[in-house]
T-cell receptor
Framework: EPEVTQTPSHQVTQMGQEVILRCVPI?????FYWYRQILGQKVEFLVS????????KSEIFDDQFSVERPDGSNFTLKIRSTKLEDSAMYFC??????????????FGDGTRLSIL | AQSVAQPEDQVNVAEGNPLTVKCTYS??????LFWYVQYPNRGLQFLLK??????LVKGSYGFEAEFNKSQTSFHLKKPSALVSDSALYFC?????????????FGTGTRLLVSP
């Protein structure tokens, strides 16, 4: 069964440094997402991406965050200047279909980001 | 605004017994509802969804869920629990009327199935 893959599985970064989290969504999917889960808390939506642009973003997704689909397969999340509170598990997800579709989102195994 | 409540942090059940994990939701329009399971150090794995039609939906690994519009609930059930069902379960909702794709998750319920 096709899977969403994320690299690296664990990223340790100094506060203030830039970090890029990478994802390869399922190949025929059209919608891409990033979520995060701070330890012990709920999974929170960050951003959705469709047709090479952001379709929705949350309040968490401020100017320090950006997303990109640099080629036909990768989907990246960049945090420009990391803060301690950015430490979390970051999940990439993808789904079929266009706006309003009812398809489930399929998640990767996540990247654990630790900010020192 | 959408929200999901999972009132139990943990549910304990003996193997072979039926299990229920509770979920209630709030949306301004009509909901799409989902259940996901998370095993240690893994991502969220899709179990089942309610879109429309029959209120009882069946999903992976013998799980099912019942949509109740009047009670705004979508409880996850399984007739006979397995030890391997022990995991963290998340309910999620999406408001179909907004056209937005984001999922709003509950806080999760840890299911512990004892042998």
């Amino acid at each position: 069964e096709p899977e969403v893959t994320q690299t690296p599985s664990h990223q340790v970064t100094q506060m203030g440094q830039e970090v890029i989290l990478r994802c390869v969504p399922i190949s025929n999917h059209l919608y891409f997402y990033w979520y995060r889960q701070i330890l012990g808390q709920k999974v929170e939506f960050l951003v959705s991406f469709y047709n090479n642009e952001i379709s929705e973003k949350s309040e968490i997704f401020d100017d320090q965050f950006s997303v990109e689909r640099p080629d036909g397969s990768n989907f990246t999340l960049k945090i420009r200047s990391t803060k301690l509170e950015d430490s979390a598990m970051y999940f990439c997800a993808s789904s079929e279909g266009g706006l309003g579709a009812n398809q489930p989102q399929h998640f990767g195994d996540g990247t654990r980001l630790s900010i020192l | 605004a959408q929200s999901v409540a999972q009132p139990e942090d943990q549910v304990n059940v003996a193997e072979g017994n039926p299990l229920t994990v509770k979920c209630t939701y709030s949306v301004s329009g009509n909901p799409y509802l989902f259940w996901y399971v998370q095993y240690p150090n893994r991502g969220l794995q899709f179990l089942l969804k309610y879109i429309t039609g029959d209120n009882l939906v069946k999903g992976s690994y013998g799980f099912e869920a019942e949509f109740n519009k009047s009670q705004t609930s979508f409880h996850l059930k399984k007739p006979s629990a397995l030890v391997s069902d022990s995991a963290l379960y998340f309910c999620a909702v999406r408001d179909r009327n907004t056209g937005f794709q984001k999922l709003v998750f509950g806080t999760g319920t840890r299911l512990l199935v004892s042998p």
